[in-house]
């Protein structure tokens, strides 16, 4: 079956930076679109970055220049390289995939577009 283990939250101070991973299973990562969605606490899901099969990538406008989205086929593995964190980026950062990437299109990362969810990584950043 589909599983999403995501992994790399931590604590880190104001500027810090942290890498989160992937690791994907069960199905054929390489054709699904993948994401990355922050939730934190009290407070909705929202996108961060999608990254679809052809590795076209899309950011939330509150991360653009500071995350990296990508992927390593070979690994089956999702990466969100985080840099200058801020302590608004303090949330649960949830992995997600969908095999239709048709729906990772435009500037909309939409979690009712995504099948599939990890069980999350929590991410701290202290000012």
């Known amino acids: 079956q589909v599983q999403l283990v995501e992994s790399g939250g931590g604590s880190v101070q104001a500027g810090g930076s942290l890498r989160l991973s992937c690791a994907a299973s069960?199905?054929?990562?390489?054709?699904?679109?993948m994401g990355w969605f922050r939730q934190p606490l009290g407070k909705e899901r929202e996108g961060v970055a999608q990254?679809?099969?052809?590795?076209?990538?899309t950011y939330a406008d509150s991360v653009k220049g500071r995350f990296t989205i990508s992927r390593d086929n070979a690994d089956n593995t999702l990466y969100l390289q985080m840099k200058s964190l801020k302590p608004e980026d303090t949330a649960m950062y949830y992995c997600?995939?969908?095999?239709?990437?048709?729906?990772?299109?435009?500037?909309?990362?939409?979690?009712?577009?995504?099948?599939?969810w990890g069980q999350g990584t929590r991410v701290t950043v202290s000012s």
């Open positions: 997600a995939a969908t095999k239709f990437s048709w729906r990772c299109v435009g500037n909309l990362i939409a979690s009712f577009a995504f099948d599939y």
């Open positions: 069960g199905f054929t990562y390489s054709s699904y679109c």
């Open positions: 990254i679809n099969s052809g590795g076209t990538t």
